[in-house]
């Protein structure tokens, strides 16, 4: 995607900007150079609120595991986590940019913990009553199932709209992930933005 007639991408990594872009539906992500490019593909993957899915064999999980469960205590912990892949988009100028919208109050984080030590999570971007998921870890199986499934309650008990998680996946398709147009996902977004609730 073209970043914009009239802002440098520099311009569009400060945080006000980034949430215009945002509300546009659009996302960052830095290639293999660490250039970071925005996007809005024509095919939009999200997990609605009103019609999602928990398998029963994760819900039984859930119930008997040892997990303890957080929000926004170590967000940015959790990102970077999420970058420590072979191969990630998740650059530090990024990261930087994350902490940003952290600061302004736009990013969040769902923790998983085992004993005090912090073993799966998510964190996503969010503006009035969408939530836009960036990413996940586990260093222990099933962590982040459990943060996502503890997201999905989170978003509803705060009467949020939307749950962008960007591209279909295996990994998703379980929780009744679905692909939409980017019509029907702006529509769904301009709903959201209507909403005035929080996170936290």
């Known amino acids: 995607m073209n970043n914009g007639e009239f802002l440098s991408d520099k311009e569009l990594l400060i945080p006000e900007n980034m949430i215009v872009m945002y509300s546009k539906g659009a996302f960052p992500m830095a290639d293999e ?5 925005w996007y809005m593909p024509e ?20 119930q008997n595991a040892e997990f303890e469960y957080e929000y926004d205590k170590r967000t940015i912990k959790v990102v970077e986590f999420c970058a420590k892949r072979e191969s990630t988009w998740i650059s530090d100028e990024l990261i930087e940019a994350y902490i940003g919208l ?19 999570g998510l964190y996503g971007v969010t503006y009035r009553g969408a939530f836009f998921g960036e990413s996940m870890f586990s260093i222990v199986p099933q962590a982040s199932k459990c943060a996502l499934v503890k ?16 591209y279909q996946s295996e990994h998703l398709k ?8 980017f019509d029907k996902f702006a529509h769904l977004l301009f709903k959201a933005l209507t909403k005035d609730v929080a996170f936290s």
């Open 43 to 62: 095919q939009r993957t999200i997990i609605p609120l009103d019609k999602f899915n928990i398998p029963r064999s994760l819900k039984k999980y859930i």
């Open 102 to 120: 952290q600061k302004l109050g736009h990013l969040h984080s769902v923790e998983v913990y085992n004993k005090s030590e912090l073993v799966g």
């Open 151 to 166: 997201l999905i309650e989170r978003l509803i008990e705060k009467d949020f709209i939307l749950l962008d998680v960007q």
């Open 33 to 37: 150079t660490g250039e970071i490019n």
């Open 174 to 181: 379980m929780f009744g992930s679905t692909e939409i147009s």
